[in-house]
């Protein structure tokens, strides 16, 4: 069975406290590894796609990056308006397959 | 270039009654995507479907659901007869192609009370 795994749960960090949130995954194929970031009361927010091991990508104090079992988002020098859940799926047909997403808190 | 569009934002119904959700894609995208997020749970698939045909409804129960995305207009998900189990935000995403790993952009929700 198709499943992702996020972790942690929940982190709290320090503004400037570097860190990393894993999403570990097993599934039949794997198409594409998505990141999305979800506000309170949102929808979720799409802010990488990847494709294959090996690969990454960044935008402002975030990077990406996948093995062919685990996918790291890695947070550099956080604000508090880093502030989120995070939320890691994976598209082996045409849907997506969520985890229960990492709780991020920055604090100043 | 507007995202995806829902509304109502927030809705509430009583046992018993129906609710009607909707949903306009992104200019230029022709695929649709339900979602249902339980509170406390993970964003779980519903139903994908294209302009007048349903994909997959792997994920939308038998009974009480359904969904349809016509040639013209928003796409509808409908629940009769609510319970307060379906109480949830469900979320519209759209991309522009399928078969291949394409972006879903997500739309703001609609949270579904049931009294």
């Known amino acids: 069975e198709d499943q992702v795994t996020q972790s942690p749960e929940a982190l709290r960090l320090q503004e400037g406290e570097s860190s990393s949130l894993n999403c570990s995954y097993t599934?039949?194929?794997?198409?594409?590894l998505f990141w999305y970031r979800q506000d309170p009361g949102k929808g979720p927010e799409f802010l990488f796609t990847l494709y294959s091991a090996g690969e990454e990508k960044e935008k402002e104090r975030l990077k990406a990056t996948l093995t062919k079992k685990e996918s790291f988002l890695h947070i550099t020098a956080p604000k508090p308006e880093d502030s989120a859940t995070y939320l890691c799926a994976v598209q082996t047909t045409d849907k997506l397959i969520f985890g229960t997403g990492t709780r991020l808190q920055v604090f100043p | 270039n507007a995202g995806v569009m829902q509304n109502p934002r927030h809705l509430v119904r009583r046992r018993g009654q129906e609710a009607r959700l909707r949903c306009s894609p992104m200019?230029?995208?022709?695929?649709v995507y339900w979602y249902r997020q339980l509170p406390e749970e993970g964003l779980k698939f519903m139903v994908y479907?294209?302009?007048?045909?349903?994909?997959?409804e792997s994920g939308m129960p038998k009974e009480r659901f359904s969904a349809e995305f016509p040639k013209e207009g928003p796409s509808i998900l409908r629940i009769q007869q609510v319970v307060r189990g379906d109480s949830a935000a469900y979320f519209c995403a759209s991309s522009p192609l399928a078969g291949v790993a394409d972006t879903q952009y997500f739309g703001p929700g609609t949270r579904l009370t049931v009294l």
């Open positions: 599934v039949s194929g794997l198409r594409g």
């Open positions: 479907l294209q302009k007048e045909n349903i994909i997959d």
């Open positions: 200019k230029g995208h022709s695929h």
